[in-house]
T-cell receptor
Framework: GNSVTQMEGPVTLSEEAFLTINCTYT??????LFWYVQYPGEGLQLLLK?????DKGSNKGFEATYRKETTSFHLEKGSVQVSDSAVYFC?????????????????FGQGTILTVHP | DGGITQSPKYLFRKEGQNVTLSCEQN?????MYWYRQDPGQGLRLIYY???????QKGDIAEGYSVSREKKESFPLTVTSAQKNPTAFYLC???????????FGAGTRLSVL
């Protein structure tokens, strides 16, 4: 079955530090990969996504590259801010509709808590 | 504004009681999902529905039930058979042509 493994947290950084959160996956075929972010007491928001190998997703200064050879989708940001403090989830979807776009169930990693101090 | 509305935000259940969590979307999405989130864990799929009047069990369906009578609504009932219901419940939806799921703000369920 599908699985997603994230680096264990929590991660604590000072403002302007470099961030990496590792994510590796196991799936059949060619899944789509996602990073979601959850702020305290809220639901999940899509942060970025990549639908095929070598795609780079980016948003709000965060980036992740779909590496099929290493089955990884690590999240990076060059300079974190206090407002980036949240829980980050890596996820995959391997169901495709007739048009070839991903559609359906998500498999999540366990989440990584990020705390950024001023 | 389009989105997903979950209610209530907080819910308390007594022993032996069934409770129903509401999820409504106005995004015209075909598919809807229910996830359970426990502290320090990822999200686990409870039930999902890809079309009206049809739904499938997810990974942890025992003790839960759902219905999908309308496209915009996908209520989740936590039955008395669910012995450990305390968790954060998240509803999501997606379209057939979209590539990701939208999430509601969640309902936090606790046992009295």
């Amino acid at each position: 079955g599908n699985s997603v493994t994230q680096m264990e947290g929590p991660v604590t950084l000072s403002e302007e530090a470099f961030l990496t959160i590792n994510c590796t996956y196991t799936a059949t075929g060619y899944p789509s990969l996602f990073w979601y972010v959850q702020y305290p007491g809220e639901g999940l928001q899509l942060l970025l996504k990549a639908t095929k190998a070598d795609d780079k997703g980016s948003n709000k200064g965060f980036e992740a590259t779909y590496r099929k050879e290493t089955t990884s989708f690590h999240l990076e940001k060059g300079s974190v801010q206090v407002s980036d403090s949240a829980v980050y989830f890596c996820a995959l979807s391997d169901q495709k509709n007739a048009g070839g776009t991903s559609y359906g169930k998500l498999t999540f990693g366990q989440g990584t808590i990020l705390t950024v101090h001023p | 504004d389009g989105g997903i509305t979950q209610s209530p935000k907080y819910l308390f259940r007594k022993e032996g009681q069934n409770v129903t969590l509401s999820c409504e979307q106005n995004l015209n999405h075909d598919a809807m999902y229910w996830y359970r989130q426990d502290p320090g864990q990822g999200l686990r799929l409870i039930y999902y529905s890809q079309i009206v009047n049809d739904f499938q069990k997810g990974d942890i369906a025992e003790g839960y039930s759902v219905s999908r009578e309308k496209k915009e609504s996908f209520p989740l009932t936590v039955t008395s058979a669910q012995k450990n219901p305390t968790a954060f419940y998240l509803c999501a939806s997606s379209s057939r042509t979209g590539t990701f799921q939208y999430f509601g703000a969640g309902t936090r369920l606790s046992v009295l």
